[in-house]
């Protein structure tokens, strides 16, 4: 069993940055992948980046790429999400999660524990 707390969240302007963190317990965190997921009103969850257990991989979407950045440390059992140059599609609650999966974890279905969610909100 692993618990994630995600923080972070908040109000910005349109073009300014964030930083959300996640911070994990119970089982060896370095044992996981980990991903950063949102949610917009009315929308489904979607994959934000993905990192894997090292860190030395990382994956990210396309509406996000090259504006945000994933990195972890094993040491502190924590994932971040450097967010930079947001927009107001980036408004959503965010979501931490952990995957066991030996594949490239790019799906909600292959995480099986989750955060309860920091809400980003970015005002134009």
């Known amino acids: 069993q692993v618990q994630l707390v995600e923080s972070g969240g908040g109000l910005v302007q349109a073009g300014g940055s964030l930083r959300l963190s996640c911070a994990a317990s119970g089982r060896t965190f370095s044992a996981y992948k980990m991903g950063w997921f949102r949610q917009a009103p009315g929308k489904e969850r979607e994959l934000v980046a993905t990192?894997?257990?090292?860190?030395?991989?990382?994956y990210y979407s396309n509406s996000v790429k090259g504006r945000f950045t994933i990195s972890r440390d094993n040491a502190k059992n924590t994932v971040y999400l450097q967010m930079n140059s947001l927009n107001t599609e980036d408004t959503a609650v965010y979501y931490c999660?952990?995957?066991?999966?030996?594949?490239?974890?790019?799906?909600?279905?292959?995480?099986?524990?989750w955060g309860q969610g920091t809400q980003v909100t970015v005002s134009s």
């Open positions: 999660a952990a995957s066991s999966s030996l594949l490239t974890a790019t799906t909600a279905t292959q995480y099986s524990y």
């Open positions: 990192i894997n257990r090292s860190g030395g991989t990382t």
